[in-house]
Nanobody, 115 residues
Framework: QVQLVESGGGLVQAGGSLRLSCAASGSLFRINTMAWFRQAPGKQRELVASIYSRSSTNYADSVKGRFTISRDNAQNTVYLQMNSLKPEDTAVYYC?????????WGQGTQVTVSS
């Protein structure tokens, strides 16, 4: 079992920045992918950014150039640095981990960007 705990959400004005953290604990062997998803009210959950075991990354077009995903393997933590935030970035952000065919989710953290 893997437990994921997110932190760092909050309210920020447009143009501001936030950094989300996801701390992983439990049986971390063979976690090959970690990612951030988000879900806005009335919309489907969507992939924001992912980072793979060799630290290659992938981003949604809507956040490229503004968001950066990174991982600290020693701390078993994944970060999402969000800059130049827009009101349309408002959503609940979820941490995701893939361990073989098993998928884990965090409880989510709210990010609200005011205009």
């Amino acid at each position: 079992q893997v437990q994921l705990v997110e932190s760092g959400g909050g309210l920020v004005q447009a143009g501001g920045s936030l950094r989300l953290s996801c701390a992983a604990s439990g049986s971390l062997f063979r976690i090959n992918t970690m990612a951030w998803f988000r879900q806005a009210p009335g919309k489907q959950r969507e992939l924001v950014a992912s980072i793979y075991s060799r630290s290659s990354t992938n981003y949604a077009d809507s956040v490229k150039g503004r968001f950066t995903i990174s991982r600290d393997n020693a701390q078993n933590t994944v970060y999402l640095q969000m800059n130049s935030l827009k009101p349309e970035d408002t959503a609940v952000y979820y941490c995701h981990a893939a361990q073989g065919t098993q998928i884990y989710w965090g409880q989510g953290t709210q990010v609200t960007v005011s205009s």
